[in-house]
């Protein structure tokens, strides 16, 4: 067998190797152990779907028409993986259960119907193609793949969602916490699904089939990014997670003699200065339950803790920086003596609460 190398086979070669050996070592890393074999699986299943392209592009198909219909196609566990990847981030002791196997239910279907199909003579498998696949399941499976997608992954930005309001209420310092590398993930499925969409509308409604190009490209570059991310940023948020994430209870009554105390405490015993201060460790500190101290901040000032706290600190710099001999220390040190840990948090909350930048704010002579 001849394989047409040509640029778009060499680069895609590079990235099938690429994505299948990170699908590996995610799958083996004992970081973040859950999290990462369902990461592993999504870059395995995108680098199969891949394969497809490449088989077309270097003439594989041609040379020989045994090779369509290879139990390669997972599409419809794309939706599941990208869900229940981010689940196991951002919930603490998440455990996959039996009852989520439902999830993977479709995919599962999909894969033993290509393997029945790969056990049949290439009669069969070609009667299938023209009479079956090729007018009726093969837009069917593209477009429920697409749908499948798309669901999961608003479940999966709700969950991180909740997450990010939980971290806010429950830690005055959240720089440690990085969510970046999901967001880009969830940009990358974004831009993926709304070129599949595009795809999709192409050929339902112009039966136009755009060349393989269209889909490999992008989703090549997912692979990279998915294999790069997740193998370079395995530890940002396991030990920041919580088994429960509850919704902030909003306009819901609270005890105006509690919101007195905790605004008195955290004033006149400058709590805030801590910059590991917790919500848990206030509550302890006040002597008070955190649940009911959390519904005070919320639904009494509609602030989350976070932003109760840094009132404070930013208050704090401000006097700081008005005393005489102020001069003597940094911006950045009057800060830290504040309660900030981070010139990238100072600088932002500082610009959110004043509108100023600190460098703005002229210390006396």
Request: aromatic residues 16%; positive net charge; hydrophobic residues 45%.
């Amino acid at each position: 067998m001849t394989i047409n190398f040509n640029f778009l086979v060499v680069v895609l070669g590079a990235i099938l190797s690429q994505g299948i050996f990170a699908s590996i070592l995610l799958g083996a890393s004992k970081t973040n152990t859950v999290a990462n074999r369902f990461l592993g699986a999504l870059v395995l299943v995108f680098s199969l779907w891949l394969c497809d392209s490449f088989f077309s592009l270097a003439g594989i198909y041609g040379q020989n028409p045994n090779y369509y219909f290879l139990p390669i196609y997972f599409s419809l566990s794309f939706g599941p993986l990208v869900y229940f990847y981010t689940r196991a981030l951002v919930v603490k002791g998440f455990v996959f259960s039996k009852k989520d196997l439902w999830h993977f239910v479709p995919a599962f279907l999909q894969f033993i119907l290509y393997v029945v199909l790969r056990l049949g003579t290439y009669e069969q498998r070609r009667w299938f193609w023209l009479e079956i696949h090729e007018p009726f399941t093969y837009d069917l499976e593209f477009n429920l793949s697409l749908v499948s997608l798309v669901i999961y992954l608003v479940f999966a930005k709700k969950l991180l969602n909740r997450y990010q309001d939980w971290i806010k209420n429950e830690y005055s310092e959240i720089s440690k916490i990085n969510l970046r590398w999901l967001r880009i993930l969830f940009v990358g499925l974004i831009v993926l699904s709304v070129l599949w969409l595009g795809e999709a509308f192409l050929r339902t409604f112009y039966n136009y089939f755009p060349d393989t190009v269209f889909m490999a490209i992008p989703m090549g570059v997912l692979v990279l990014v998915m294999a790069g991310g997740g193998l370079l940023q395995q530890r940002i948020l396991g030990r920041f997670a919580e088994k429960k994430m509850p919704r902030s209870g909003k306009d819901q009554p609270f005890d105006k003699k509690l919101l007195e105390k905790i605004e008195s405490q955290m004033q006149s015993e400058k709590y805030y200065l801590d910059s590991e201060l917790t919500l848990n460790l206030f509550a302890e500190r006040i002597g008070e339950n955190k649940r009911a101290v959390s519904n005070c901040i919320n639904n009494g000032l509609k602030v989350p803790f976070i932003d109760f706290v840094n009132q404070y600190r930013v208050q704090e710099f401000k006097s700081l920086v008005a005393q005489k001999g102020s001069n003597k220390m940094s911006l950045l040190g009057l800060a830290y003596e504040s309660g900030f840990n981070s010139k990238s948090t100072f600088n932002r909350v500082f610009k959110k609460m004043t509108g100023q930048n600190p460098s703005q704010f002229q210390k006396p002579d």
